[in-house]
Every structure is written in C-alpha cells, then in structure tokens.
C-alpha cells in the first residue's frame, strides 16, 4: 500500500490565486481529514469526511472547501489565495479498531502565498 | 471541553538516558490519548495509543506512554534515547463515544533533542 499520498509537495501562489490540494488513500479508509500545520500552533482541522459524499467543516474552514466523489479521493480546494494560507498542509485516513479510530498522515504539501 | 496540554515546548536529553515528554488532558468523559511523531519535513506518524485496560501502554520504535488517570496525564517514555528519535511529538486526545465528540483535539508539540 502506498498509504495517504499528498501532490504537490510544495507550491507558490500569488494572492488572489487559486488550486487544488489533491490526496489519496489506498486503505479504502472511510474517514479522511485535511490539516493546517503552523509554526507553534500544532494541527488545526480544516475540514473532514466520513465517507463519499460526505464533509464537513472543522476549526478553520473558511477559505477552503472541499469534496468527496470517492472513497480514495479527498481534494481541499482553495479559490482565492491569502498570505495567511501560508502553511504545511496534512492530509490523513483513518481506520476504526473497535470503536476507536487511529489517523495516518500524509508526507505534507507546503504552500506559501506571496 | 476537550484540551490537551503539552508543558515543554522543548525536550533536550542525551543519547543513552532516559526520555519523557509529558502530556496533560482534559475531557469530560473516559479518553482515547494518542501519540504521534513528526521527523523534519514529513508528516504524523502513529506511535501508540491508550484506549483501556493496562495503563502502560507500548508503541513503536521503544516508545511506551503511562495513564495516569489521577494526574490525567498520559506522558511519552523511553528506557534509552537515540540520537534518531530527535522529532516533534504530538500528544491527541478523543472522548469516549459516549461522549458522542469523533474530532481529535491535539496538543501543540513537544521537540525533543537527543545529543549524542
């Protein structure tokens, strides 16, 4: 299994600028998550998924949507870019043991809006 | 409501000797408690976990964490550290499902800094 897989590693937007995080899993997890990782802030939760066709907003979703067509599949989208997007992005899947779910991570993309 | 606190934002031991990062909780009912480990430049990578039972949990790479649910503190332990295990950890925590609350609730990270 190649895990959560994450594109691109790292990219440049001007403000005002928009693109697609892509992430995928080959787990056939059902429960998927995108992350915002700041300096001294730890993780903050975007928006997550509980199965196709279904999300919902986190922490901090505004300036991000998303989608869930496929159970592999969960873009986070940003349309209109602004310098305080500027961070490490985490997408993760996660598995139920029992009644308790464990998280995987993806190796990151980093973003930064100038 | 749900927090977690990790009281060191920095950890720096000697290879060898023996490591702690401490992590604290809050939840209104029973916690799941979790640890994660970050290397430079890649993302979360699961340790171990506390859901019930032994409150001496162990994980991956030697790493085990004590429940002390007096204290409500779940802190990460190992015998001998490596110059290798230089990381960021992250401490998380989840109510019970009857709690009813699915989301993680994560601490903001503790760098540890073994010295060879």
């Known amino acids: 299994n190649a895990g959560v897989t994450q594109t691109p590693k790292f990219r440049i937007l001007k403000i005002g600028q928009s693109m697609t995080l892509q992430c995928a899993q080959d787990?056939?997890?059902?429960?998927m998550y995108w992350y915002r990782q700041d300096p001294g802030m730890g993780l903050k939760l975007i928006y997550y998924s509980v199965g196709a066709g279904i999300t919902d907003k986190g922490e901090v979703p505004n300036g991000y949507n998303v989608s869930r067509s496929t159970t592999e599949d969960f873009p986070l989208r940003l349309e209109l870019a602004a310098p305080s997007q500027t961070s490490v992005y985490f997408c993760a899947s996660s598995y139920y043991e029992g009644a308790v779910e464990t998280q995987y991570f993806g190796p990151g993309t980093r973003l930064l809006v100038l | 409501a749900q927090s977690v606190a990790q009281p060191e934002d920095q950890v720096n031991v000697a290879e060898g000797n023996p490591l702690t990062v401490k992590c604290t909780y809050s939840?209104?009912?029973?916690?799941?408690l979790f640890w994660y480990v970050q290397y430079p430049n890649r993302g979360l990578q699961f340790l171990l976990k506390y859901i019930t039972g032994d409150n001496l949990v162990k994980g991956s790479y030697g790493f085990e964490a004590e429940f002390n649910k007096s204290q409500t503190s779940f802190h990460l332990k190992k015998p001998s550290a490596l110059v290798s295990d230089s990381a960021l950890y992250f401490c998380?925590?989840?109510?019970?499902?009857?709690?009813?609350?699915?989301?993680?609730?994560w601490g903001l990270g503790t760098s540890l800094a073994v010295n060879p």
């Open positions: 787990m056939n997890h059902n429960y």
């Open positions: 939840v209104s009912g029973n916690p799941y």
């Open positions: 998380a925590v989840r109510e019970s499902p009857a709690g009813n609350n699915r989301k993680l609730i």
